[in-house]
């Protein structure tokens, strides 16, 4: 009688294992961060956040670690617009003990960047450094280069910031040798243009020459068209007018106009650039021409820009929320598909129940009938 007691507990026991699965459709998160970031990059912060939150309460239901830990990162970024330091921070925290979890050494260097830059921003300095270093060293030891750009980025700041220019630099060195070891120059560009600024900003004018060669040298392994090549081109543009060396400053403008700029600068600021090198140089004509094609150009590109940006996003806002009602009937069918599940589970623990109590009667009436 026992032996069938433990088994019928143990089935039972078994049953509920099996009958109430956790639910791992994870189409109504995704949806909802897909349109948190178009509400972001719209600027509506708080759509933005409406969507993050909900995937916040979603996600750790589905067991969507990932989503649920970049939703919170994101919510940091958008508190950190909104100056909101404290709730910037909490968000960014739980994030990295998500990713500590999940033994993510690049995500959590992502993070420990953010809050060292949150830090600087607070005027906590030494905090701000020590978070840095740390995300230097996990973005190292992950040797993921996006996340040693970010890491480097942000410890190079807040060094500059507090001072420490030399380890600034290091950092940023450092930088450029692990992506000249991993053959990757979009980075070596990316590292040089930063320190240009810094030796720029310092007056260091023969570390600029320095990093200017090395810049051209690395601009020759790319593709012309490549948006690194670009943005060094442009900040070659800014450097050498700075430094009156328009005839240059004028070579690198070409450049980017020949590939219909690719960077920061739109067509009109390229323009603009060529007509302020032109008028330095007293080639009045030609400063004149370059002036009103910047001009004309400007006005176009905004009419455009504004008709383009209202039609894409009102196109992606229609399908999110497709997919989105699409995420929540399949949320809704779940929850009935569990709900299902657990009235089966309440009439197998019933019939259970029945059979235990059937076997303890006949016991007492096969005992009774003994004596």
Request: proline fraction near 2%.
């Amino acid at each position: 009688m026992k032996r069938w007691l433990t088994f019928l507990i143990s089935f039972a026991f078994c049953i509920s294992s099996f009958a109430l699965p956790q639910p791992t459709d994870t189409l109504y998160t995704r949806v909802l961060s897909d349109m948190g970031f178009d509400y972001f990059k719209q600027g509506n912060l708080e759509a933005a956040l409406d969507c993050y939150r909900k995937v916040c309460e979603v996600a750790p239901r589905l067991g969507d670690t990932v989503r649920w830990s970049a939703a919170l990162s994101s919510m940091g970024a958008i508190y950190r617009r909104k100056q909101m330091p404290d709730s910037c921070l909490s968000c960014y925290q739980e994030a990295l003990q998500l990713a500590e979890h999940m033994r993510d050494d690049a995500e959590q260097a992502n993070l420990l960047s953010k809050i060292a830059l949150n830090y600087m921003s607070a005027g906590e300095a030494k905090k701000a450094v020590s978070a840095s270093e740390r995300a230097v060293n996990l973005a190292t030891q992950s040797g993921e280069m996006e996340a040693i750009m970010f890491a480097s980025y942000a410890g190079s700041t807040v060094h500059f910031r507090s001072g420490s220019y030399e380890k600034g630099i290091r950092i940023l060195q450092n930088l450029v040798t692990e992506a000249k070891r991993q053959d990757k120059p979009q980075y070596m560009l990316r590292g040089y243009r930063i320190l240009l600024q810094m030796f720029d900003r310092r007056g260091l004018r023969d570390s600029v020459n320095h990093y200017m060669h090395d810049m051209d040298s690395a601009l020759n392994i790319l593709p012309s068209y490549a948006r690194e090549v670009a943005m060094a081109l442009e900040q070659q543009a800014i450097i050498y007018t700075k430094y009156h060396n328009f005839r240059k400053s004028l070579e690198a403008y070409q450049k980017l106009l020949s590939h219909q700029g690719g960077g920061n600068l739109t067509i009109d600021k390229i323009y603009l650039g060529m007509a302020r090198n032109y008028y330095s140089l007293r080639d009045y004509l030609r400063a004149m021409k370059y002036y009103d094609r910047a001009v004309k150009t400007a006005d176009s590109l905004h009419t455009v820009r504004l008709d383009e940006q209202v039609s894409n996003f009102n196109t992606r806002l229609e399908a999110k929320e497709k997919a989105l009602a699409e995420g929540e009937k399949r949320q809704e069918e779940l929850k009935q598909e569990i709900h299902f599940l657990r009235r089966t589970l309440y009439a197998m623990i019933a019939l259970t129940g029945l059979i235990v109590a059937g076997l303890l009667w006949t016991k007492k009436r096969n005992a009774r009938t003994e004596k």
